[in-house]
Antibody, heavy 119, light 106 residues
Framework: EVQLVESGGGLVQPGGSLRLSCAASGFSFSSYSMNWVRQAPGKGLEWVSY????????YYADSVKGRFTISRDNAKNSLYLQMNSLRDEDTAVYYC????????????WGQGTLVTVSS | SYELTQPPSVSVSPGQTASITCSGDKLGDRYVCWYQQKPGQSPVLVIYQDNKRPSGIPERFSGSNSGNTATLTISGTQAMDEADYYCQAWDNTTPVFGGGTKLTVL
């Protein structure tokens, strides 16, 4: 069974940093590209970042470019999101999602971890 | 940037057919997928590549995509189908989500 388990969320002050993790199991993690998608309270889904299987290709949403860094450790079956210079508008539930190719759709999602940016 | 537009809400009576639209410029030239999200839960893929159903998704869920509009159709809608639904397509290397549609079964 595919499992994605996020962790690392919490309350942080504006300007602070946080590192999210996503532990993958039940599939060959190194064979899949991965993404972070977030959802602000009461709002819709917003894509945040993408990383290819080897980490050679990385993309970010304009809203987080220069502040967030995605990475992965295939040996540890883990995905990460380093978030710096956090803003109020970064408050959201952050999901990691497995991307299937071809078709480029997200077939598995974690349960999400809540990040709250507030003073 | 590419935008996908969904109606904020759709209502349907139990047993009837619900249609949720997703509009975007030349959307028919792109693959569309749909996600269902119930309150407090993570999104679940219900349609991919316009009209394919993942294993475990009931046959009452179907999809189509042509011109500027993609449509998620739920036939014989059940109370358990009440949820938010999001369409998604790609703009080059960036996935784009629609704003979401709240489906109410009443």
């Amino acid at each position: 069974e595919v499992q994605l388990v996020e962790s690392g969320g919490g309350l942080v002050q504006p300007g602070g940093s946080l590192r999210l993790s996503c532990a993958a199991s039940g599939f060959s993690f190194s064979s899949y590209s991965m993404n972070w998608v977030r959802q602000a309270p009461g709002k819709g889904l917003e894509w945040v970042s993408y990383i290819s299987t080897t980490g050679s290709a990385i993309y970010y949403a304009d809203s987080v470019k220069g502040r967030f860094t995605i990475s992965r450790d295939n040996a540890k079956n883990s995905l990460y999101l380093q978030m710096n210079s956090l803003r109020d508008e970064d408050t959201a539930v952050y999901y990691c999602a497995r991307e299937v190719y071809p078709g480029n759709y997200f077939d598995s999602w974690g349960q999400g971890t809540l990040v709250t940016v507030s003073s | 940037s590419y935008e996908l537009t969904q109606p904020p809400s759709v209502s349907v009576s139990p047993g009837q057919t619900a249609s949720i639209t997703c509009s975007g410029d030349k959307l028919g030239d792109r693959y569309v997928c749909w996600y269902q999200q119930k309150p407090g839960q993570s999104p679940v893929l219900v349609i991919y590549q316009d009209n394919k159903r993942p294993s475990g998704i009931p046959e009452r869920f179907s999809g189509s995509n042509s011109g500027n509009t993609a449509t998620l159709t739920i036939s014989g809608t059940q109370a358990m189908d009440e949820a938010d639904y999001y369409c998604q397509a790609w703009d080059n290397t960036t996935p784009v989500f629609g704003g979401g549609t709240k489906l109410t079964v009443l």
